[in-house]
């Protein structure tokens, strides 16, 4: 019980410290630094066919899904 | 001079305004189903896209694809794809797509394979069908104040039996120089089923028809938010529920029943299968998007849980790496592993009758194995032309532990196997 409370402490002193670790190695990204983020390769979605037909293959395959926006539902297609 | 290009510009806006006013007009009636990406997608466009580009040269975006899906031994799907985005003014875009699709094969009915039942093959383990499916959809997206974008959208597919039509909004601000996006949506969709629904749960010979349309309504809400971790690291982390009402059995699939220690089907006639009616559900999404010198690595990973009792985890990473100016190449790897549903039974014994069963296989403990590779190729006249393979395996559990007698002596998740080609085009202009 100790140990799992220990364990508990040291996991949240960890994680804070990651994170304020982070935010200090964080410094925004200047507009002009943006070169990289603006090409399209870096896109959160950089090839919409391709999403989306994997989208369709997936969804009447396996019983999870979505989780990047929302819309659809489906086509209750077998 | 000035006057007419005054006038070419009125003309222009007049143009613009009505054809603005047609798209809400037909959004607001209900135009068409959705995918549950698109409004997602969208907002990705216009918080990084849009800025990027730059509208006014090259106002039009058309996506083109082909796919081919072929099941060993099972289905096959032909789909085709048509996307085109205009860029309007500065503060507006609409986007159009349809989709069309044909399906062809043999699908598991849910019955196992060992079939005992004296003077008769049984029912069939495999049933074959056809069907083709039709989707329209439409977005707008408008700039709500320099930092925020609004996209609404609406869908609507149809086939011969389903059909299915959605809207959707969602809005995303900027923060922090623009290295924040925060994304609120919600969807509402509708599908209907038209065809004779069997009384559930009931031997398919004897079942009768109990309603001739049923119906499902489902609501989709999304927070998301987008960083900017690095000069080329983006963190996308997404929670969107579900909850979805009505209909979400499958009319086409059956349950066998079992003699309770034999194992034997002792009659001919399987049972209808009976899901819940309703399912609420949520899935956490990450993705990053990492620059590895001149190549982009894209991971992400999903949390997805529902009331059905079904958890899943998904995997999937891609590694885009340039190979000349003009060509690239994108190996992808995907695993996915879920949980069974809470009334997933491969069979049922006799006099059994649950509340709710299903024996589809899609509702089982399942995996998914995914690997494929895809080429890019930019010719010098603009465009990219991409032309991707892929093999996905699907294996479950052959022998599960409610397998009763005989039946344990069949494998009761044979491997699915399918090979995916795709090809796609894609112009600026």
């Keep these: 019980m100790v140990f799992r409370k220990l364990l508990a402490c040291l996991m949240a002193v960890g994680a804070l410290s990651g994170c304020a670790s982070m935010q200090s190695a964080m410094q925004p990204v200047q507009p002009w630094e943006k070169d990289q983020l603006a090409k399209e390769e870096m896109q959160l979605v950089p090839d919409r066919t391709e999403e989306f037909f994997d989208s369709r293959v997936y969804f009447s395959r396996e019983a999870a899904f979505g989780g990047k926006g929302v819309g659809g539902g489906g086509c209750g297609c077998n | ?429």
């Design chain 2, 1 to 429: 001079m000035q006057l007419t290009l005054k006038k070419k510009k009125q003309r222009k806006d007049e143009a613009v305004r009505s054809l603005l006013s047609a798209a809400s007009a037909s959004l607001l009636l209900a135009v068409p189903l959705a995918h549950a990406e698109d409004v997602h997608q969208h907002h990705a466009e216009g918080a990084h896209q849009h800025h990027a580009e730059g509208a006014p040269e090259q106002p039009w975006r058309v996506d083109a694809g082909a796919m081919r899906y072929s099941e060993k031994d099972r289905i096959s799907v032909s789909e085709l794809n048509f996307r085109a985005r205009r860029q309007l003014s500065e503060d507006n875009a609409l986007s159009l797509r349809a989709d069309y699709d044909s399906v062809s094969g043999a699908s598991p009915t849910g019955t196992t394979k060992i079939q005992t039942t004296s003077g008769a093959s049984g029912t069939a383990y495999m049933a074959h069908f056809q069907t083709v499916r039709a989707a329209v959809g439409a977005d707008w997206e408008t700039s709500l104040s320099p930092d925020a974008n609004l996209t609404l959208s609406g869908d609507h597919s149809s086939s011969k039996m389903n059909k299915s039509s959605g809207i959707g909004a969602a809005v995303a601000r900027d923060f922090n120089q623009r290295n924040t996006t925060l994304v609120a949506g919600a969807s509402y969709s509708v599908d209907a089923i038209d065809m004779e629904i069997m009384t559930e749960l009931t031997p398919s010979d004897t079942a009768t028809i109990r309603a001739t349309s049923e119906k499902k309504d489902q609501i989709d809400l999304q927070l998301g938010v987008t960083q900017v971790l690095a000069r080329g690291t983006l963190l996308q982390l997404n929670f969107v529920h579900s909850n979805a009402s009505g209909y979400m059995t499958n009319p086409h699939k059956l349950i066998s029943v079992v003699h309770p220690l034999t194992g034997e089907t002792l009659t001919n006639s399987p049972l209808t299968e009976k899901r819940p009616d309703k399912r609420d559900s949520n899935a956490l999404y990450a993705q990053v998007n990492h620059a590895l010198g001149e190549g982009v690595l894209y991971s992400s990973y999903r949390y997805f849980q529902d009331s059905w009792g079904i958890k899943a985890h998904t995997v999937d990473f891609k590694y885009r790496q340039p190979i000349t100016e003009k060509l690239y190449v994108q190996p992808h790897v995907r695993v996915y592993a879920q949980g069974a549903a809470d009334f997933y039974r491969s069979m049922l014994a006799v006099g059994e009758i649950p509340a709710y069963a299903s024996a589809d296989y899609r509702l089982a403990k399942l995996q998914t194995n995914s690997i494929g590779v895809k080429l890019g190729y930019k010719p010098s006249s603009g465009g990219e032309l991409t032309a991707r393979v892929e093999v996905m395996r699907q294996n479950g559990e052959q022998h599960p532990q409610d397998a009763i007698g005989v039946q344990r002596t069949a494998d009761l998740f044979p491997e699915l196997e399918a090979i995916i080609f795709h090809i796609g085009y894609t112009k600026l202009f």
